[in-house]
């Protein structure tokens, strides 16, 4: 691993096909808020390939240096250098049109889930559009045996993580006002859920 670019073998896997996602639903937006940018490699590959988006990157502030290493090295003029966010704490100002997030629900804790969704509003200016990728149960069952595997893994990590279900996820969209327009099937058991705002 590059210390300075720290890299994610997942993001070279999953970026074409959300890429496909982001191509349709971003297609009107002007900025976008990535919740969870993790290395930064899904920042840059999306905002390489759609010029018309400002995209912000935010993480955890250990995990700041790594993605402005990336930042830096694709010195790309629709990027802006990323901000420190704690779901659980105040949002930066509203502007933007579009928030994204990936693999990151089944990593936090389900209280900072449900903040996730009660401060989307704050940040959000209508008409906006919300992707959200990663794996999810339907029914409160897994949808594959990997997932299954998988979100063993994630409790063993952490007893607060696991994969969500995905009737519980839209509740909480669904009271802020959010309406799910597309589940979208991806690669290795994992989906693209999306809302219009």
């Not at 073998?9 to 890429?19: G, T, W």
């Not at 988006?53 to 993605?67: D, N």
Request: proline residues 8%; contains cysteine.
């Amino acid at each position: 691993m590059n210390h300075s670019r720290p890299d994610a073998p997942s993001v070279a896997r999953n970026r074409e096909p959300i890429l496909e996602v982001l191509r349709e639903h971003f297609a009107a937006c002007r900025k976008v808020l990535e919740i969870g940018s993790g290395t930064g490699q899904h920042a840059i590959h999306f905002a390489a390939a759609l010029p018309h988006l400002a995209w912000q990157c935010s993480e955890r502030t250990e995990t700041l240096p790594g993605i402005e290493a990336w930042l830096a090295s694709a010195a790309l003029p629709n990027t802006l250098p990323p901000l420190q966010l704690d779901v659980s704490k105040p949002w930066p100002a509203s502007g933007y049109d579009a928030v994204f997030s990936s693999n990151t629900l089944h990593i936090m804790a389900w209280h900072e889930v449900e903040q996730f969704f009660v401060r989307l509003p704050d940040a959000l200016e209508r008409p906006a559009r919300l992707v959200i990728y990663g794996p999810f149960n339907y029914g409160g069952q897994y949808s594959s045996p990997s997932n299954a595997e998988f979100d063993q893994w994630l409790k063993a990590g952490g007893a607060h993580r696991g994969i969500r279900d995905f009737e519980a996820v839209c509740a909480l969209a669904d009271a802020q006002g959010l309406t799910l327009i597309e589940d979208r099937a991806m690669p290795a058991n994992n989906r693209c859920l999306v809302w219009t705002f």
